[in-house]
């Protein structure tokens, strides 16, 4: 059995900050990539960053600048700073762990940004 567990989510004020952890444990192939979807009301899941094993990262174009994305190969754990949180990051943020032949997913964080 395979956990994905985002932490970090909450009520954050425009201009704000906040950090997102994701551990993935138990039994599975060495993970490949690692990364952070976002889903917000009404909309389709979509990519924010992710990160290959030897810590090259992607992102996307709305967050390129305030987020970044790391990880703990030993650990399994990937990370997301968020810097200068808009209303428009507000959404349920999933983590994703790949490996060769799978594709794991946590259940969502969700984070609010509002005044």
């Known amino acids: 059995q395979v956990q994905v567990v985002e932490s970090g989510g909450g009520l954050v004020q425009p201009g704000g900050s906040l950090r997102l952890s994701c551990v993935a444990s138990?039994?599975?192939?060495?993970?490949?990539?690692m990364g952070w979807y976002r889903q917000a009301p009404g909309k389709q899941r979509e990519l924010v960053a992710r990160?290959?094993?030897?810590?090259?990262?992607r992102y996307a174009d709305s967050v390129k600048d305030r987020f970044t994305i790391s990880r703990d190969n030993a650990k399994n754990v990937v990370y997301l700073q968020m810097n200068s949180l808009a209303p428009e990051d507000t959404a349920v943020y999933y983590c994703?762990?790949?490996?060769?032949?799978?594709?794991?997913w946590g259940e969502g964080t969700l984070i609010t940004v509002s005044s």
């Open positions: 994703n762990a790949q490996t060769y032949d799978m594709s794991y």
């Open positions: 138990g039994r599975f192939r060495s993970i490949i990539d």
């Open positions: 990160i290959t094993g030897a810590g090259r990262p």
